[in-house]
């Protein structure tokens, strides 16, 4: 199953406060098992909101909200995509984490739909077209 994990924004993260270099050195670390575990499929930290912008949409109308957003407990600092057995592995594995933060922080981890999920309501046709933009997208990457 695959799952993204998501490091939730602090007042410090959002305020633009960067990581020590020994925060950034356990990171490393930690994320250097991630990879020999070979669950890590990306990980990422993000700017914060006042760097941000976010597109509200109602019927046909389109509405661009530009940050800094308040709601701090509900934003986004950085995530990873991991590739895991189970929702357990993955708690297991956020637990080890060290704390993304400078003060008390949260993460959280949430599946991924698969093509499967989707039931019947993704046909065959839809699936092939699908299959064929990821594998496109994956092919101009490659190039980058």
Same mark, same amino acid.
Request: glycine share 8%; no cysteine; proline share 4%.
């Given at each position: 199953m695959k799952v993204m994990v998501l490091v939730k924004a602090t007042k410090d993260s959002e305020a633009g406060v960067m990581p020590s270099t &020994? =925060? %950034? /050195? &356990?990171m490393g670390k930690y994320n250097e098992e991630l990879v020999k575990a070979g669950i890590m499929l990306a990980g990422e930290g993000l700017h914060p909101s006042s760097k941000a912008a976010r597109v509200r949409f109602s019927g046909t109308r389109r509405t661009? #909200?530009? @940050?800094?957003? /308040? &709601? /701090?407990? &509900? %934003? #986004?600092? @950085?995530?990873? =995509?991991?590739q895991v057995k189970s929702m357990q592995e993955a708690i297991e594995w956020v637990k080890r984490c060290p704390n993304p933060m400078l003060t008390d922080s949260e993460i959280e981890i949430r599946q991924v739909f698969e093509a499967d999920d989707f039931g019947p309501e993704l046909t065959p046709e839809l699936r092939e077209a699908e299959e064929r933009l990821r594998a496109e997208s994956a092919a101009k990457a490659a190039k980058k």
């Open positions: &020994e =925060m %950034l /050195t &356990e661009v #909200i530009d @940050g800094p957003f /308040t &709601e /701090t407990k &509900e %934003l #986004i600092a @950085g995530f990873w =995509m991991w």
